[in-house]
């Protein structure tokens, strides 16, 4: 079993900076690719960010890219998600996800989830 647990979101003015932490039990957290995904309302759960075990590998979803970074502490069993430029449309509930493998942005592929951090984002 792994619990994750979200913080840092809250309410930004647009333009602005947050970075969301993911604090994960266990001790195989390297073992697992991390992700990020977030939900505004109405919309379904879309993928936002992952990074492989180690790292190395990163994948954004388009309307992030250039102004979101993920990132990962494996020796303090956290994952982040930097988050620059911010825009109104990013306004969302925000998940952390752990992953076995797989696909990075497939939904289906993450067996783990927090239980989400409000971002809001204000124009």
């Known amino acids: 079993q792994v619990q994750l647990v979200e913080s840092g979101g809250g309410l930004v003015q647009a333009g602005g900076s947050l970075r969301l932490s993911c604090a994960a039990s266990?001790?195989?957290?390297?073992?697992?690719?991390m992700g990020w995904f977030r939900q505004a309302p109405g919309k379904e759960r879309e993928f936002v960010a992952s990074?492989?075990?180690?790292?190395?590998?990163?994948y954004y979803t388009d309307s992030v890219k250039g102004r979101f970074t993920i990132s990962r502490d494996n020796a303090k069993n956290t994952v982040y998600l930097q988050m620059n430029s911010l825009k109104s449309e990013d306004t969302a509930v925000y998940y952390c996800a752990a992953s076995w493998g797989g696909a990075y942005t497939a939904i289906a592929n993450y067996d783990y989830w927090g239980r989400g951090t409000q971002v809001t984002v204000s124009s």
């Open positions: 990074v492989s075990q180690s790292g190395g590998i990163t």
């Open positions: 266990g001790r195989t957290f390297s073992n697992y690719r």
